[in-house]
């Protein structure tokens, strides 16, 4: 078993930054990819960015440029650094973790006003 717990989430104004934080424990050797995904109300979740064990990146198209996904490996701990923030940003932000199994944390909320 792997147990994510996520921290960085809040309210902030439309331009403005975030950092996630998604610490692993657990069966971490299981693991090949961190991720961290998103949903907002009355959506499916979508992907944000990704990133595996030897630091290949991916990210959706609509944060290219504004989001950063990093992992300190001897923490076990992925990163999102969210720039350049906008209104439809807002969603409830999950970390992800998979291997032999999909794992998920509770869920952080990130609210941008405009």
């Known amino acids: 078993q792997v147990q994510l717990v996520e921290s960085g989430g809040g309210l902030v104004q439309a331009g403005g930054s975030l950092r996630l934080s998604c610490a692993a424990s657990?069966?971490?050797?299981?693991?090949?990819?961190l991720g961290w995904y998103r949903q907002a109300p009355g959506k499916q979740r979508e992907l944000v960015a990704k990133i595996t064990n030897s630091g290949s990146t991916n990210y959706a198209d609509s944060v290219k440029g504004r989001f950063t996904i990093s992992r300190d490996n001897a923490k076990n701990t992925v990163y999102l650094q969210m720039n350049s923030l906008k209104p439809e940003d807002t969603a409830v932000y999950y970390c992800?973790?998979?291997?032999?199994?999909?794992?998920w944390g509770q869920g952080t909320q990130v609210t941008v006003s405009s």
């Open positions: 657990g069966s971490i050797f299981s693991i090949n990819v």
């Open positions: 992800n973790a998979d291997g032999l199994k999909r794992y």
